[in-house]
């Protein structure tokens, strides 16, 4: 009886060690009003489409031309912050949280494909009243960005991809190159910040550029209600598709921007794109990695705004 007694009274103990330790690292979803206010977000930017509500900034003059900013895969609309602020000066600058992403959050459909990405988009735009758009994107809003080029040549005046994903290799296509695995979905409910600042490391070519501001953003945005599910269902969803019929037809004048450094996308992809888009030029940026809009703003900003200084009015 002595010995129950201690193996209950051990038990107890292991068990309240072990509620401890996942409450520890147990990471709930931040709620949306907080990160209202945390990020300064406008309650009247907002529009449905599609039955989700896009969360999105539209700053700079109605008249001037437009540029739309599309971010990468799981970031949010702050990641332009540096750029918007100083193009909104002479272009109208509208960016979003993408679906399933910041305080756009999930899909209500839980529909992540390429077509519908294109064409939740369009009718973003639509919504907005924009008929002609330059395009920028990054990463997978790089990818975006080229689809939207590629679906709607005449409506597109200029076109930046900086290190846009979507190009794989032969052997590649029909594969699903994020799939995450089993133990990937316990992000859903364990989130420890120092895991998410190592895996954004690998983004800089310098890692001390990598401050505790940006971590704590990124920290937030995947903490918005839903997005950590979302981000799983649309890696799971992403299968890897020949770009080059599709490439062909942008008629935008393109600048393909690359980090030198990036070890997520590597710049030799540049070859490909400018191969295969009829009106590219390569610009690589020596000293920088894949997150150049936040790891060499002013670097990145200038070669962009040579660029957008040639193909849009002033």
Do not use: C
Request: net charge negative.
């Amino acid at each position: 009886m002595y010995r129950l007694e201690r193996l209950g009274t051990w038990m107890t103990v292991i068990s309240a060690l072990l509620v401890a330790l996942l409450y520890g690292v147990w990471t709930p979803d931040l709620d949306t009003v907080t990160l209202e206010q945390r990020y300064q977000y406008a309650p009247t930017q907002a529009v449905e489409v599609d039955g989700l509500r896009i969360r999105y900034k539209d700053t700079g003059p109605r008249d001037a031309p437009a540029i739309l900013l599309l971010h990468g895969f799981g970031s949010s609309l702050q990641t332009w912050d540096a750029w918007a602020d100083s193009l909104d000066k002479r272009y109208r600058v509208i960016r979003l949280d993408l679906p399933g992403f910041g305080l756009t959050g999930p899909s209500p459909t839980n529909d992540y494909s390429e077509q519908t990405d294109t064409g939740t988009l369009t009718r973003f735009i639509d919504q907005l009243g924009v008929t002609q758009l330059a395009v920028i994107g990054h990463s997978m809003g790089g990818k975006m960005a080229w689809s939207l080029a590629a679906s709607q040549p005449a409506r597109i005046t200029a076109l930046v991809l900086m290190a846009p994903d979507g190009y794989p290799r032969p052997e590649d296509i029909g594969t699903k190159p994020y799939a995450s695995s089993s133990v990937m979905h316990l992000i859903k409910y364990f989130l420890p910040k120092y895991f998410l600042e190592k895996s954004l490391e690998p983004a800089f070519y310098d890692a001390t550029q990598l401050n505790e501001t940006l971590v704590n953003r990124y920290y937030d945005m995947l903490r918005a209600p839903g997005v950590r599910a979302a981000i799983l269902a649309r890696g799971d969803q992403t299968i890897y598709t020949d770009p080059v019929p599709r490439l062909k037809r942008i008629t935008a004048p393109t600048l393909l921007l690359w980090g030198e450094e990036d070890q997520m996308i590597p710049s030799r992809n540049a070859q490909d794109y400018e191969r295969d888009i009829p009106r590219s030029t390569t610009v690589l940026l020596p000293q920088s990695g894949h997150l150049i809009q936040e790891e060499r703003p002013d670097v990145g900003l200038t070669a962009v705004s040579y660029f957008l200084d040639q193909h849009l009015p002033q």
